[in-house]
Nanobody
Framework: VQLQASGGGLVQPGGSLRLSCVAS????????VAWFRQTPGKEREGVSC?????????YYADSVKGRFTISRDNAKNTVYLQMNDLKPEDTAVYYC????????????????WGQGTQVTVSS
């Protein structure tokens, strides 16, 4: 059972990135998936989550509403986080996580975690 996060990088303010979270060893359809981010010395922060199966329910932290979009492609066992209009304060290591049942932005609810991908927003 593994989650693999990718797609991070260095981008200028106002730019975009798309993060991917690919599951292996289990069927991601049955799991809610969330993205979290963390900077040194701070607690892990919930960014966005999407409900299991059809992804009909999505949630966003206030800090990213209107700029980030979470989506899922069950055929590819993958969840995406499209990040637009990036700001320096979005700089962090981004982690994806999965849990059976309903999703939340509470890290303790999640059973499986990816390894993290670095996002740096700087001019």
């Amino acid at each position: 059972v593994q989650l693999q996060a990718s797609g991070g990088g260095l981008v200028q303010p106002g730019g975009s990135l798309r993060l991917s979270c690919v599951a292996s060893g289990f069927i991601l359809d049955y799991y809610a998936v969330a993205w979290f981010r963390q900077t040194p010395g701070k607690e892990r922060e919930g960014v966005s989550c999407i409900s299991h199966t059809d992804g009909s329910s999505t949630y966003y932290a206030d800090s990213v509403k209107g700029r980030f979009t979470i989506s899922r492609d069950n055929a590819k066992n993958t969840v995406y986080l499209q990040m637009n209009d990036l700001k320096p304060e979005d700089t962090a290591v981004y982690y994806c996580a999965a849990t059976p049942g309903s999703g939340t932005l509470i890290a303790g609810w999640y059973h499986y975690w990816g390894q993290g991908t670095q996002v740096t927003v700087s001019s």
